[in-house]
């Protein structure tokens, strides 16, 4: 019981330090979409506004969520993986 608990916190820590630079990455990555998109039109206008704008757009976006997979996905198959391991 002990090394499963050793085991999810240590997998906690891992999944939360992947999640933090994945969402870093893809934040700064639709950053520098919003950039090149605002130099490409020739706007005018307030650009770090729009650039603003444009990240509270993908905050709420699919994108955004599908990053809680980090999550979602490894702890499945661990918990898949003990049980067919241990019951079947």
């Known amino acids: ?3 499963l608990a ?3 916190v240590v997998g ?6 992947v999640y933090v630079c994945l ?7 639709r950053r520098d979409k919003l950039e090149a998109e ?8 307030d650009r770090d506004a729009f650039i603003e704008h444009g990240l509270q757009d993908y905050d709420g976006s699919l994108r955004r969520k599908l990053i ?12 898949a993986l003990i049980y067919f391991m241990n019951f079947h």
Do not use: Q
Request: aromatic share 16%; hydrophobic share 50%.
């Open 6 to 8: 050793r085991l999810s």
């Open 68 to 79: 809680w997979g980090v999550y979602i996905i490894p702890v499945t198959i661990v918990i």
């Open 38 to 45: 605002w130099d490409r039109e020739g706007m005018t206008g």
């Open 23 to 29: 969402s870093l990455y893809s934040r700064s990555k």
């Open 12 to 17: 906690f820590v891992v999944l939360t330090i």
């Open 1 to 3: 019981m002990f090394a």
